[in-house]
């Protein structure tokens, strides 16, 4: 019997889920701006923000971890590949889903959100700030480390407790509360990438959204599977 509609309904879960999460993170960013039109301390709005993104995407994960094991992110993705998780041949779907899950975000924040706020996209894509390139790569690298680090060892790993998605919530939103000055904490391409394809406007430094997070996933992905996963089981 075919499991064609089994992989589907994974594909429209990745989808789904960072449609849920990217709405929502971005979503804050661009609530935030309106509510306040720029009065909003900066302390406040990156609590806010981190809030929504750590809430957002605990949602996300628990949602849809049934059914596609909620990765809602290329890098998550990639380094569950690299820790013998996910089967080579689901890793672009996934990706593409998530791409496209995330694109839809910003589109419908484009469409929905007053004018009153300014461009929904530019408030709710990350932005590089007093920093260079080569640190705001190593920042979403060592954040995104955390992450991956965090999804094995609170769903992936079978001594896992039972959690859901809080415990990558609470990661995310301690990385932003860290990392968000300075890159916006996205730890995500398709988080960063989404919003931008949306606009048509990718900034000089876009693809640090890619390098950082993609370097950083595999880093934990084989360091889990290698060092502290009992025995590399699978």
């Known amino acids: 019997m075919s499991n064609e509609p089994d992989l589907v309904r994974r594909y429209v879960a990745e989808l789904l889920g960072t449609f849920l999460f990217v709405f929502v993170g971005a979503g804050s960013a661009v609530a935030s701006q309106y509510l306040f039109l720029g009065t909003l301390d900066p302390g406040a709005s990156l609590l806010i923000a981190a809030l929504a993104n750590g809430l957002g995407l605990a949602i996300g994960i628990s949602a849809t971890m049934g059914i596609s094991g909620g990765h809602l992110n290329p890098a998550v993705t990639i380094g569950l590949l690299l ?3 996910i089967r080579g041949k689901d890793v672009i779907p996934y990706i593409i889903a998530q791409l496209v899950g995330a694109t839809i975000a910003g589109l419908l924040l484009m469409a929905v959100s007053p004018s009153a706020s300014g461009s929904a996209v530019h408030w709710g894509a990350p932005a590089l700030n ?3 390139v080569a640190q705001g790569t ?5 954040m995104t480390f955390f992450l991956v680090l965090t999804v094995y060892g609170t769903i992936v790993d079978k001594r896992a407790p039972k959690m859901g998605g809080f415990g990558v919530g609470l ?7 860290v990392g968000g000055p300075f890159t916006g904490a996205a730890m995500n391409p398709a988080r960063a990438t989404g919003p931008m394809i949306a606009n048509l406007s990718f900034p000089s430094f876009w693809y640090i959204y890619w390098i950082g997070p993609i370097i950083g996933g595999a880093l934990a992905g084989l360091v889990y599977n290698r060092v502290l996963e009992k025995d590399g089981q699978n």
Do not use: Q
């Open 138 to 142: 190593a920042f979403e690298l060592i």
């Open 171 to 177: 990661i995310v939103l301690a990385d932003v509360l």
């Open 130 to 132: 007093a920093i260079t």
């Open 83 to 85: 820790g013998k998780k």
